[in-house]
């Protein structure tokens, strides 16, 4: 909606803005050499003469000025910190030359209402920015990990070679580590064992579970829902001791079928309430329907209850799924070394050894999980698609 | 239906290849390249000569006595053998969680036929405990960040010296060993320690002592830390196991050397739980007379720098499996590195763990 024509704004204006970047950034580059303030007020003065020099006297040759910058940013960084430098000037270079003609040339304005005043659009791109940050923070621990895997020394340490980018600093031994060390091939097989059976049961016991509850004649609803889902609720550690104390009593504690009923205890309340939620949008009178025309309970449950709350039953089995693959506690507890799974082989990993495989087998994990939500995601909308409804 | 019937077939399939056959053991250990030389030197000769066995390992001796009080609790004694340090050992036969034994009824004689009680001598600590290796809690530091024009720290007192020796240490999260470096470094006579530890002012004599570095310090509570601060040049300097600064130095080319000096000898056993079948008893036995023996305990030092328990091991103590260096100046027994040396005091930090530490864990607080 290009309702507002871009009008061009001042050359301070335009370096004001930058400056405000520059000052930012400047504060990472200055605590890195010793002094966040110097930093600031040098990123913000430096940043701000050349956006007024482009915005005043390049703003014809725009692809000019961009190139320029994007080389002069290059070369600064190669004689401040070599091959590295490199790389961080391109970035800094191309986005600073994209945002002062961004802001010189009046475009920030298009897209937002001819009406809207001042505070409001800065108010439109300080939302952008801060959701932009939250994803920042909650993503980085995850994206420090990958480049620490490939790491070829054994400790969880940026060296100087992988800082340059020297080919000799980075190595695929901890991926090896995890395919041929008999110990993590255990556990990967154990964890590989045990969290579908479990989902399966969760995914069983809690659909059935979220049906009995959603029927309205059934007595202590409310009680028998907290119960259920309690084991969401009460610390793990608790859990975990009762079910070691219990599991002990009748024989389960370190058998496979113990750990996959624990697990399976884990995950019940993910998908009651899952369930729960979608069948809060069921139509009753499609049951009374099918039985009107003949179908018994189990076939209605098949043919027409199940498709539509089918959503709710799989994400409640994804949830069922990574709880039993990730969890750690219960399975110290209630397994025994024969059921060593991946977590506690990581959590092993980390107290005794602190070993980067461990980070290794974090990013096959992440990559997986990725693969996992992409394809649910990807099938339910192609169902959606199948029966008509809009992907949401 | 067809679902529950292929859930019961399964899970029945699980418990059937659940029932342990009488030579399924379970070891626990401290995982990690110390469990890899036990790994190496025990159990892998014990399996090819005895094929029917198998051995798993669990990694849980550092919480070894919750655990086996859990298990005692609960009735399922699940462990079959387990290494513990000697501290832990004495705690768990007190409580009669560990079994006593004959050492001259389980353990191998030596090969000139001196028998095991006095071939292990005065490492048998605990009636329960069968020693296996000796280790140190001992010093490493960063050659590359002594300050030019000063001699690399040799001295167990540079720690406390921050003018000669500025950056960050790390110490272990407890009082023990800690408080006896304090006292030393303050001018308590080596043989006075313990007798000055004893007494509430002495307590806070050390304590003050700690205090002059207490904003340096980086307490770690996992032996595998200070290799990693060291490594990432966190610290300085910084107190852990031998056989981990040995890793660091000599297996990953860290630049890190080891400071010796006033280094704290402390032993590490099995025990064997008390409770076990008859059947498992004499295969646990079995494997202890054979994994005990001279040979086994000083095949094990090929793997890691511990020195063996057994006198008559030493001599036999070679070079490292995979590097080849001659194993001997690496081993904290070593007499170049034994110059001046502290051993664990058992008995003392049996009486005084709970009050010490109490006070200790309240001054980190402050």
């Known amino acids: 909606m290009a309702l507002t024509i871009a009008k061009p704004t001042s050359a301070i204006f335009a370096a004001g803005v930058?400056?405000?970047?520059?000052?930012?950034?400047?504060?990472?580059?200055?605590?890195?050499?010793?002094?966040?303030?110097?930093?600031?007020?040098?990123?913000?003065?430096?940043?701000f003469a050349l956006s007024w020099v482009l915005a005043s006297f390049m703003r014809e040759q725009q692809k000019a000025a961009r190139w320029g910058l994007a080389v002069i940013f290059i070369v600064a960084g190669f004689l401040f910190a070599g091959l590295p430098g490199v790389v961080t000037g391109a970035i800094f270079g191309v986005f600073f030359g994209w945002l002062i003609f961004f802001v010189a040339s009046g475009r920030y304005r298009t897209g937002i209402?001819?009406?809207?005043?001042?505070?409001?659009?800065?108010?439109?791109?300080?939302?952008?920015?801060i959701a932009g940050l939250i994803l920042v923070f909650l993503i980085t621990p995850i994206l420090v990990v990958m480049p620490l895997s490939f790491n070829a020394e054994d400790f969880f340490t940026f060296t100087p070679e992988m800082l340059a980018f020297d080919p000799e600093g980075y190595s695929l031994k901890h991926y090896r580590d995890f395919f041929t060390n008999s110990d993590w091939q255990g556990a990967l097989w154990n964890s590989v064992r045990i969290a579908p059976v479990s989902t399966i049961l969760a995914v069983g016991f809690g659909t059935l579970a979220a049906i009995g509850l959603s029927q309205p004649h059934v007595p202590f609803r409310q009680a028998i829902m907290a119960i259920l889902i309690s084991p969401m609720i009460v610390p793990l550690i608790i859990s975990a001791a009762g079910m070691y104390f219990f599991y002990s009593r009748i024989g389960l504690q370190g058998t496979y079928l113990g750990v996959v009923l624990a697990?399976?205890?884990?995950?019940?309340?993910?998908?009651?309430?899952?369930?729960?939620?979608?069948?809060?949008?069921?139509?009753?009178?499609?049951?009374?329907?099918?039985?009107?025309?003949?179908?018994?309970?189990?076939t209605t449950f098949f043919r027409v209850q199940m498709p539509l709350i089918l959503p709710g039953v799989i994400s409640g089995g994804l949830f069922a799924f990574i709880t039993s693959f990730d969890e750690v506690v219960v399975v110290l507890f209630v397994g025994s070394a024969g059921q060593k799974t991946l977590p506690w082989q990581m959590f092993i990993g980390l107290r005794e050894q602190i070993s980067p495989t461990i980070l290794a087998v974090a990013t096959i994990l992440v990559g997986i999980s990725i693969c996992l939500l992409a394809t649910v995601e990807l099938l339910r909308r192609r169902s959606e698609r199948l029966r008509g409804m809009s992907p949401s | 239906m067809k679902l529950t019937q292929s859930l019961l077939a399964g899970t029945a399939l699980a418990l059937v290849a659940g029932t342990a056959s009488a030579q399924d053991m379970t070891f626990v250990s401290w995982g990690g390249a110390y469990q890899m030389s036990q790994q190496k030197a025990y159990v892998e000769p014990y399996v090819e000569a005895n094929p029917g066995v198998s051995i798993t390992w669990d990694e849980s001796s550092a919480e070894a006595v919750a655990r086996l009080?859990?298990?005692?609790?609960?009735?399922?004694?699940?462990?079959?053998?387990?290494?513990?340090?000697?501290?832990?050992?004495?705690?768990?036969?007190?409580?009669?969680?560990?079994?006593?034994?004959?050492?001259?009824?389980?353990?191998?004689?030596?090969?000139?036929?001196?028998?095991?009680?006095?071939?292990?001598?005065?490492?048998?600590?605990?009636?329960?405990?069968?020693?296996?290796?000796?280790?140190?809690?001992?010093?490493g530091y960063r050659t590359d960040m002594v300050p030019e024009g000063v001699d690399a720290p040799s001295d167990i007192c540079s720690i406390f010296d921050l003018e000669t020796y500025p950056g960050r240490r790390s110490l272990e999260r407890r009082p023990i060993n800690n408080m006896e470096w304090a006292l030393y470094c303050d001018g308590v006579a080596k043989d006075e320690i313990y007798d000055v530890l004893a007494t509430p002012e002495g307590q806070d004599q050390a304590l003050a002592k700690l205090d002059t570095i207490k904003d340096d310090v980086i307490w770690w509570t996992a032996g595998a830390d200070t290799p990693q601060l060291l490594a990432d040049g966190e610290i300085f300097m910084g107190s852990t196991y031998n056989g981990r600064l040995f890793s660091v130095i000599v297996e990953q080319d860290q630049p890190v050397a080891m400071m010796w000096d006033m280094q704290v000898f402390d032993l590490d056993g099995w025990i064997i739980p008390t409770g076990l079948s008859d059947e498992k008893l004499e295969a646990v036995k079995d494997f202890v007379y054979f994994a005990t023996d001279t040979q086994r305990l000083a095949d094990q030092a090929a793997y890691i720098s511990y020195g063996p328990a057994r006198q008559s091991s030493a001599p036999l103590v070679g070079e490292h499996a995979e590097l080849g260096i001659d194993m001997a100046p690496h081993m904290p027994t070593n007499p170049e590195n034994a110059e001046n040396t502290?051993?664990?005091?058992?008995?003392?930090?049996?009486?005084?763990?709970?009050?010490?530490?109490?006070?200790?864990?309240a001054w980190l607080a402050q």
């Open chain 2, 69 to 139: 009080r859990a298990m005692n609790e609960a009735g399922n004694i699940t462990w079959d053998l387990v290494d513990v340090v000697a501290a832990d050992a004495i705690r768990l036969c007190d409580e009669g969680l560990a079994m006593e034994y004959d050492p001259e009824d389980m353990l191998a004689p030596a090969d000139d036929g001196t028998s095991a009680e006095d071939d292990f001598g005065d490492m048998i600590v605990s009636d329960c405990f069968i020693p296996q290796i000796a280790y140190s809690t001992t010093f």
């Open chain 1, 263 to 298: 697990h399976a205890a884990l995950g019940i309340p993910f998908v009651i309430i899952t369930v729960t939620a979608t069948l809060v949008g069921f139509d009753r009178s499609l049951t009374r329907a099918a039985a009107n025309m003949g179908a018994d309970p189990v």
């Open chain 1, 113 to 129: 209402p001819p009406y809207a005043t001042p505070r409001q659009v800065l108010w439109h791109y300080a939302f952008r920015i």
């Open chain 2, 342 to 361: 502290l051993l664990y005091n058992y008995e003392f930090w049996a009486d005084y763990r709970d009050d010490i530490d109490a006070k200790f864990q």
């Open chain 1, 18 to 47: 930058a400056a405000v970047f520059g000052a930012f950034f400047g504060i990472f580059a200055g605590t890195a050499q010793g002094s966040g303030l110097l930093g600031f007020v040098a990123g913000g003065a430096v940043i």
